[in-house]
């Protein structure tokens, strides 16, 4: 289920440190994922996907993670820059609905420099 | 390879007006879906089009609110009689779908529609 009208999540990271955001998707019928990065005013930008076959997908400085028994997805991005402060998007994808996705709330990631 | 592109950026309406939100997908993409955006939130999924049909519009509220994509032009989303709650920013994302399996939908930046 979607959660409305609760406060963004946040995560604060250091310069250089790695991030992992999470997120718990609801429908255990979902087979596509996908990270969106949203900065202020713009609209979501496409990091990285994954598909319900696969446990681990890697990008450049980023890394997916699906774990189908309890439903979570999680983003890593390795030594994190001040470009990448955003609020960060999990999205999951359902074949029987077409191309319908449901999105989370988000998590607003600060890197502080 | 121009993306999805959305106008106007910045939308201001009175109560009772009508408000016309254009979407053009990315060349080559066929499918448009609109989402709407209030602050601090995510994305809340409203109708997804192809050229000339409606495929899912339950997100869609079913009064004051219609979506087209025609064969020819912008995909528009349109709000009518706007009120004071429709102030949020408005998405179009585009795809295509490749064997009928969901594919990865590709962002504009927006329009963000303000009803005074």
């Known amino acids: 289920g979607e959660s409305v009208g609760l406060h963004l999540p946040t995560l604060s990271v250091q310069e250089g440190d790695n991030s992992i955001i999470n997120c718990a998707y609801s429908?255990?019928?979902?087979?596509?994922f996908i990270w969106y990065k949203q900065e202020s005013g713009k609209g979501p930008q496409f990091i990285i996907d994954?598909?319900?076959?696969?446990d681990k997908r890697q990008g450049q400085r980023v890394t997916v993670l699906l774990n189908k028994t309890v439903k979570h997805l999680s983003l890593q991005i390795a030594a994190t820059q001040p470009g990448d402060s955003a609020v960060y998007f999990c999205?999951?994808?359902?074949?029987?609905?077409?191309?319908?996705?449901?999105f989370g709330t988000g998590t607003s990631l600060t890197v502080i420099p | 390879n121009a993306g999805v592109m959305q106008n106007p950026r910045h939308l201001v309406r009175r109560r009772g007006q009508e408000a016309r939100l254009r979407c053009s997908p990315m060349?080559?993409?066929?499918?448009v879906y609109w989402y709407r955006q209030l602050p601090e939130e995510g994305l809340k999924f409203m109708v997804y089009?192809?050229?000339?049909?409606?495929?899912?519009e339950s997100g869609m509220p079913k009064e004051r609110f219609s979506a087209e994509f025609p064969k020819e032009g912008p995909s528009i989303l349109r709000i009518q009689q706007v009120v004071r709650g429709d102030s949020a920013a408005y998405f179009c994302?585009?795809?295509?779908?490749?064997?009928?399996?969901?594919?990865?939908?590709?962002f504009g930046p927006g329009t963000r529609l303000t009803v005074l």
């Open positions: 994954i598909r319900s076959n696969m």
């Open positions: 994302a585009s795809s295509p779908i490749r064997r009928g399996r969901p594919d990865t939908q590709y």
């Open positions: 429908n255990s019928a979902s087979d596509y």
């Open positions: 999205a999951e994808g359902l074949e029987n609905t077409g191309n319908q996705f449901y």
């Open positions: 060349k080559g993409h066929s499918h």
């Open positions: 089009l192809q050229k000339e049909n409606i495929i899912d």
